[in-house]
């Protein structure tokens, strides 16, 4: 299997909540290499421009007005299999379908509000990862 590179996003529901080092702790022991990290806040245009696949979704306002509210943790996390791993220790989108001991069924608290981004295909992690790392060489 080949070595990969994922996005990770801390959004600001566990930011607020102090979930940041618990977060990272269940990434570490997923075996997952913390590769690069920015803490930073984002502008709506800057969520919006993230989150662009979505703007025809119902959600779309609600979700840049969230993740532009505070502070996040923006990570390239490194591994096997990296970008399937991280969405499986994620949990599923909504935290009431998500497995026991996952990142959502652990932390957030809503569909909307729901602890953690991953990417969902190494195209899209490569994207991600240059929106937020374009200085890296990283991906
Ligand atoms: P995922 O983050 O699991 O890849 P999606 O790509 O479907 O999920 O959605 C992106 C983000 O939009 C979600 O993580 C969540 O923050 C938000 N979202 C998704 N569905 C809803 C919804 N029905 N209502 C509000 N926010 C939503
Ligand atoms: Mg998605």
């Known amino acids: 299997m080949a070595i990969e590179s994922t996005l990770s996003i801390i959004k600001p529901d566990a930011v607020e909540n102090n979930k940041i080092g618990a977060i990272l702790n269940l990434i570490e022991e997923a ?18 421009g993230f989150y662009a696949v979505h703007k025809e979704r119902p959600f779309f306002g609600e979700l840049v007005e969230f993740m532009s509210r505070g502070p996040v943790v923006v990570s390239v ?19 009431a379908e998500a497995a026991e001991g996952t ?27 240059a929106y937020f790392f374009p200085e890296s060489e990283i991906g």
């Open 31 to 48: 075996g997952l290499k913390i590769r690069a990290m920015r803490m930073l806040k984002m502008n709506p245009e800057v969520a919006g």
């Open 77 to 95: 996390l490194e591994g096997e299999n990296a970008v399937a791993k991280y969405r499986e220790i994620m949990g599923a989108t909504n935290p």
């Open 103 to 129: 990142i959502r069924k652990l932390y957030a608290s809503s569909i909307g509000e729901n602890a953690v981004h991953g990417s969902d295909s190494l195209e899209n992690a490569k994207i991600g990862i």
